[in-house]
């Protein structure tokens, strides 16, 4: 059974710039630290970053020694799902059963058997727990 629970992320606003991203991820590759979930857009002259490290407070440290305009931590849910057609379905109607709205969500898939749905909402020990039922 999937088990959903509360994390740290990483919130990092940035120039909107070409190389950005690769500032960014060598940043926190060079200090031997993984990312391990990530999100990044850009809206006019800034680069939005949402990141899941292995180890979020070496990875402020870094971020912040670049002189980026905001880097601060946010709690979101993570949960790892089968990788096969539904599941996202699946947490798309439970969501919407408790009547728990989703500020944003990402996810991963791949080749893998598992993918990593990562989701924010101002009402995340509801969202976890029903995810846990």
Request: net charge positive; glycine share 4%; with cysteine.
């Amino acid at each position: 059974m999937a088990f959903a629970r509360r994390v740290k992320q990483i919130v990092a606003v940035t120039p909107n710039r070409i190389g950005m991203f690769a500032e960014l991820s060598s940043a926190i590759s060079d200090i031997s630290v993984n990312i391990i979930a990530l999100c990044a857009y850009g809206v006019a002259d800034k680069a939005n970053f949402m990141i899941i490290t292995d180890n979020n407070q070496r990875a402020i440290s870094a971020l912040k020694a670049k002189r980026y305009e905001v880097v601060k931590e946010e709690d979101v849910g993570v949960i790892s799902l089968p990788n096969r057609i539904g599941e996202a379905r699946h947490l798309a109607d439970k969501f919407a059963k408790a009547n728990i709205n989703l500020e944003y969500c990402y996810g991963t898939t791949g080749d893998s058997k598992e993918s990593l749905f990562v989701f924010a909402t101002k009402e995340l020990d509801k969202a976890i727990e029903v995810l846990n039922k």
